[in-house]
Structures are given as structure tokens and as C-alpha cells.
């Protein structure tokens, strides 16, 4: 089964940028879709992009305009590049499989400060 890892997080200022990795340990050309989650403090935890092997991709309302999820399947990656970060994009990301479902990975966290 695929395990995937995030990495890029980190602590930014408002207005600020990062980008965010998720790194497969198997072949991610066999995940049609994969996706984006955060879980934000005291908040359930929310999709927040999605992409299929087609490119096909979706934003949650609040992040349309300012992320850009894309993926490389060549080299196992999906990124997600995070602009004109907000203090309300603070949480721990997470990547994941959505068909086929994979596990979730450790997470990757992002703090903006105001």
C-alpha cells in the first residue's frame, strides 16, 4: 500500500508564501485522485484541493485564487503552493488518496502569524 509523508511546512507571516510536498512511497500514477487536508485548531478537518491524474482539480472556496495544487507522477509528488497565506490557514496538512484511498500521512504543520 502507498505511504505518503508531507513536508514544507513551517511558520510564516501573514501575507507570506510556502509550498508544501507530499512524497509517495510507491508508483502515485496508480492514485487517480489525490488531495490536500487541513485540520485547523479546535476545527474538524477539511479538504482543501484535489487533483486527479487527468488534472482535474477543485479548491475549497477559501483558498481559491492563493493555492495551487499540481502533481508530478514522475517523481511521486503532489505540491501545494500556498499564497497570501491568512492566520486562518494555520493547521497541520495533510496529503491523501482519495481513489483508492490511502492512509493519512503524519501531517505537515503551518502556523501564519498575523
Known amino acids: 500500500q502507498v505511504q505518503l509523508v508531507e513536508s514544507g511546512g513551517g511558520l510564516v507571516q501573514a501575507g507570506g508564501s510556502l509550498r508544501l510536498s507530499c512524497t509517495a512511497s510507491?508508483?502515485?500514477?496508480?492514485?487517480?485522485?489525490m488531495a490536500w487536508y487541513r485540520q485547523s485548531p479546535g476545527k474538524q478537518r477539511e479538504l482543501v484541493a484535489h487533483?486527479?491524474?487527468?488534472?482535474?482539480?477543485d479548491y475549497e472556496d477559501s483558498v481559491k485564487g492563493r493555492f495551487t495544487i499540481s502533481r508530478d507522477d514522475a517523481k511521486n509528488v503532489i505540491y501545494l503552493q500556498m499564497n497570501s497565506l491568512k492566520p486562518e490557514d494555520t493547521g497541520v496538512y495533510y496529503c491523501?488518496?482519495?481513489?483508492?484511498?490511502?492512509?493519512w500521512g503524519p501531517g505537515t504543520q503551518v502556523t501564519v502569524s498575523s
Open positions: 491523501k488518496g482519495l481513489v483508492p484511498f490511502t492512509p
Open positions: 487533483i486527479t491524474n487527468g488534472d482535474l482539480i
Open positions: 510507491g508508483t502515485m500514477r496508480e492514485i487517480n485522485t
